[in-house]
Structures are given as C-alpha cells and as structure tokens.
C-alpha cells in the first residue's frame, strides 16, 4: 500500500509515517518546500502549495491512500481576528486542494481520511454525542463544519472520504496533552475552569491504528469520532494523571483566568462536549486503551 501524507512533521503524521514505513508500506510525504522533495522507495516526497491550490503534477497518481492531517495549529498562538482567519484558511484551502488533487488523479486514491476535531459539536454539556450530532454554533464548530466541506471535490469524484473528528490525542511527545504533563510532574497540575467539562480523549496508539482502519474499512465514510469509548470530565482526567505520576492536583485555573491569558481560545478547553466512537466501534474497532488510565499508562509506562 501507498499513502500519501499532508503533515508528516506533526505529532500524528510523523507517528504515521514511521507505523507505515516500518509495516513496509510507501509513503508520499507532501511537503510545502520544494527543495525538500525526495526521490526513493517508501519515503519520498512531492511538493504542494496549499493555499495557492496546487499540488505537484502527478503526485497522486496511484497512491491507494491520502492522509491529510496540515493545518494551523489551534492552541499555537492568542487568536486575534488575523489568526483566527488563518485558522480556517489553512483547514479549507488546504483541504480542497487536496480534494481537488485526488478528483483529478489520473487513478485517484480509494480513500482520503481527511482531519476534523470534536470541535464541530461545539458546548454539548453531558449529552453523549455520536456522529450524527449537529454542529455546534461557536468558531471552532464553524470552522470543522467548512473544513468537511472542503472535501466535497474528492466526494463528488467518487472517492471515500472519511473524517476523523479527533479529540485529545493524549501523548507526552506533543499536542495538548504533551504541554500539560510538564505541568502535573512538577506538582503544578489541576483542573481547568469547573473542571465538569467532559474532554473527549484518546491515545496516540490508537489514534494511528484508528487512522490505518479507517484507510482499510471500505464501510467507513463521513464523521468518525476518534475518541476513547469513555469519555471523562477534565476533573478526572486531573485525577488520573495525579494518581499515575503520584502528585497532588488541588491547583485549579478558574475560566476567567484561563480568558485573560488564552482569550477566545480558553471556551475551546473549558467547553464540554461527551463524544463517543459509535461509527468505530460499529465498524469493529477494538481499542487498546478505552479508558483514561490505560491511556494514561500507555504514556507514562515509556517514560
């Protein structure tokens, strides 16, 4: 098999890359420098310009898979209105570029996994939401809503076209999570605003084995949550990682702190939302971590 990767320098597509490579499958890294593109066997590169819709002549062409995992980064930096634009460019542009790329493929790949976020939910509170929930109505939910959307090209050309609505990737290597062990190793770790929020999880392991199953399981298209099938409050994920690396966690950032230092970005940590992976679980996905301590574990077991 041969798989083509948008964001191959990422926690996830770097994660990727080296699962496939070291199962002996090809894989097409797509690059934004030009000057980076490599020739050779199973680790290649091919260039691509995301924004300015172009993806080198060719590349495509009898690839069995693209995984496009490139986007600005969420948490990277305040939003203001300049970044939050490019939040959402990065996402369209990029996607329907590499939509349009596999439309027009001389033999177009059998399946595009195309990144998306439980962001699209927006606040659901405590209700357990599956993938046939509707969006949300705050930045982020508009923003994952458009970013789907950008893939209609591929869709319309007959391509599967999944979407993995990701949560937390709990890894101590990057993301989210990676920022905050630091944190609670140090003593420093708490809950954040009410702490009732639920944060919808799930390990790097089986966040990549989802990614593989998805690009094999001819039965998945559209939405599908990658997250762990129990979803917890951010209190007891505070909890869990005290427990684990034996650390008291009675420190707690109150929401209008979380405001003042994040702005906009502070509701994407304290806003709610119980997301479920109906649509993997159907499919016959058997995660090796389906709770937060075993995904806790899987971490801090290696360090």
């Given at each position: ?22 199962d ?68 369209t ?47 982020l ?8 959307a ?19 990737v ?20 708490g ?14 392991t ?33 909890e ?60 801090l077991?290696?360090?």
């Amino acid at each position: 098999m041969r798989v083509a990767i948008t964001g191959s320098t990422g926690l996830i597509g770097s994660a990727l890359t080296r699962s496939l490579l070291a199962d002996g499958h090809g894989v097409l890294r797509l690059v934004r420098d030009r000057s980076a593109v490599t020739p050779g066997d199973g680790g290649e590169s091919a260039w691509w310009d995301p924004v300015g819709g172009v993806v080198q002549p060719g590349a495509l062409d009898g690839v069995d898979a693209v995984v496009h995992l490139a986007g600005a980064g969420i948490g990277d930096r305040r939003w203001n209105a300049a970044y939050k634009a490019e939040i959402r460019r990065s996402r369209t542009a990029g996607t329907e570029t590499i939509a349009r790329a596999c439309a027009e493929a001389a033999t177009p790949p059998r399946v595009l996994v195309s990144a998306s976020a439980t962001g699209y939910y927006g606040d659901t509170g405590d209700l357990v939401i599956e993938e046939s929930a509707p969006a949300g109505d705050d930045f982020l939910a508009d923003v994952c809503a458009a970013w789907e959307a950008a893939a209609d090209p591929a869709r319309e050309a007959g391509v599967r076209v999944v979407h993995p609505r990701t949560g937390l990737v709990v890894s101590a290597k990057g993301g989210a999570f990676g920022r905050l062990l630091p944190l609670f190793r140090f003593g420093l770790g708490g809950r954040l605003g009410s702490g009732e929020q639920y944060w919808p999880f799930i390990s790097l392991t089986d966040h990549l084995a989802a990614l593989r199953f998805a690009i094999a399981a001819e039965e998945l298209s559209g939405p599908v949550n990658f997250t762990a099938p129990e979803p917890v409050t951010n209190r007891a994920v505070t909890e869990a990682l005290g427990r684990a690396l034996h650390r008291p966690t009675l420190a707690a950032v109150p929401a209008f702190a979380l405001r003042a230092v994040l702005g906009e970005f502070a509701t994407g940590i304290t806003c709610s939302c119980r997301a479920v992976p109906s649509a993997l679980l159907k499919a016959g996905f058997d995660f090796a971590h389906p709770t937060v301590d075993e995904a806790l574990g899987s971490v801090l077991g290696a360090n």
